[in-house]
C-alpha cells in the first residue's frame, strides 16, 4: 500500500510540474561516463536524437556502437588496393558506381602501365578506356583521371597534396574522395561518408540528414576527431556484410540491442546467416592484397580480374 501511494503521488507531482518519467533503455545503459567535450568538427549539425533520447545517450550509444563494431571488425581497413597516395586517389576516383572488387581488379594493368601521374597524365586516352572498361562509365573515368594526374603534374610537381581544400579541387575529387586518401594514405582524420556510411548511420539515427556534407557534420560531432577514420572503416565494413541495403541479417548483427531499426531485416539467426557477405559468410573480400591481420582473421584474398 505505502508503495502504491508513493507511485501515485510522484505521478501527480509529475503531472502539477509538466516533468515527464524519463525511460532509460538498455541500449543506452552505460556504467562509464564518456566525455563529449571537443568531439565536434569545425562545423556542426544538431543532431536529433531518436524519441526521448537525449544528446548525452545519442552520444553514449553512437560511441557503444564504435566500439562494438570495432571488437567485431578489429582488421577493419580500406578495401582499396593501393601502394601510394597517387593510386589510392586514382582508385578512389574509379569506385564511383562501381565495386571496390572491380576497381581492384582493373588498377593493376592500369598501374603497371601507368605508374606515375606523368605517365598517366600523357596517355592515350583510347588506351586508358579499354583498360578501365570493366569499371563502367569508362569514358568519364578516363577523362577524370588524366586530368586528374595533368593537375597533380601542373599544380602540385606529381605530388598528391594532404590536404582538404586542394584535393577538392582535383578533376573527380569531392569530399568523400579527399577524405578516403587523407586518412589512409596520410593519416588525418576524416569521415567517408560513401552509400553504406549514410544507410547505416541513419537506420541507427545518429542523424536524419540526407546531404553527405551534413551527414559528415552530424556524425563527426558524436566522436572525436582520432575516432573519425577507423570509424568510417567500422561502419562501412559493417554496411558491406551484414547491414545490407535490401535485406539486412538483423539476426546475426552484433549490435542488434543497440539498433533502433532492428527488425527491418530477417530476425530468425539461422535464416540472418544466410545473407552474411565477404569473409562474414566465407566468401573473399574486396582486395586482391588484403592487410595481414585480414588474413590471420580469416578473410580472403578476392581473385583477379577474369578468375571469377
Request: with cysteine; net charge positive; hydrophobic share 35%.
Amino acid at each position: 500500500m505505502k508503495k502504491a501511494t508513493a507511485a501515485k503521488k510522484a505521478t501527480a507531482t509529475r503531472k502539477a510540474t509538466g516533468t515527464k518519467k524519463t525511460a532509460r533503455p538498455e541500449v543506452v545503459a552505460e556504467k562509464a561516463t564518456i566525455a563529449v567535450k571537443d568531439a565536434a568538427p569545425a562545423k556542426t549539425i544538431a543532431t536529433k536524437p531518436p524519441g526521448n533520447e537525449s544528446r548525452t545517450a545519442l552520444v553514449r550509444r553512437a560511441r557503444r556502437i564504435d566500439r562494438e563494431l570495432a571488437e567485431v571488425y578489429p582488421y577493419a581497413h580500406p578495401e582499396l588496393d593501393f601502394e601510394s597516395p597517387f593510386q589510392l586517389i586514382v582508385a578512389t576516383v574509379l569506385s564511383a558506381q562501381t565495386t571496390d572488387l572491380r576497381v581492384n581488379q582493373t588498377t593493376p594493368a592500369l598501374f603497371a602501365r601507368y605508374p606515375a601521374p606523368e605517365d598517366l597524365a600523357a596517355a592515350n586516352p583510347e588506351e586508358v578506356e579499354e583498360i578501365l572498361r570493366p569499371t563502367g562509365f569508362f569514358r568519364a573515368k578516363t577523362k577524370s583521371v588524366i586530368g586528374l594526374s595533368k593537375a597533380l603534374v601542373e599544380q602540385f610537381g606529381g605530388e598528391v597534396p594532404d590536404n582538404v581544400e586542394d584535393l577538392v579541387k582535383l578533376p573527380g575529387v569531392g569530399r568523400k574522395t579527399a577524405f578516403v586518401v587523407l586518412g589512409n594514405a596520410f593519416g588525418h582524420p576524416g569521415i567517408t561518408v560513401d552509400t553504406h556510411f549514410q544507410r547505416l548511420v541513419r537506420r541507427w539515427q545518429w542523424t536524419d540528414q540526407t546531404d553527405p556534407d551534413k551527414i559528415e557534420a552530424a556524425v563527426g560531432a558524436l566522436f572525436p576527431k582520432s575516432d573519425w577514420t577507423m570509424l568510417s572503416h567500422h561502419v562501412i565494413f559493417h554496411g558491406r556484410r551484414i547491414c545490407h541495403a535490401r535485406k539486412p541479417a538483423c539476426g546475426a548483427c552484433p549490435i542488434a540491442p543497440l539498433c533502433p531499426a532492428y527488425g527491418e531485416g530477417e530476425t530468425d539467426p539461422e535464416k540472418a546467416k544466410k545473407l552474411l557477405k565477404y569473409e562474414k559468410g566465407g566468401f573473399p573480400g574486396q582486395r586482391l592484397k588484403p592487410p595481414q591481420a585480414y588474413l590471420d582473421a580469416g578473410g580472403k584474398p578476392a581473385p583477379p580480374l577474369g578468375a571469377g
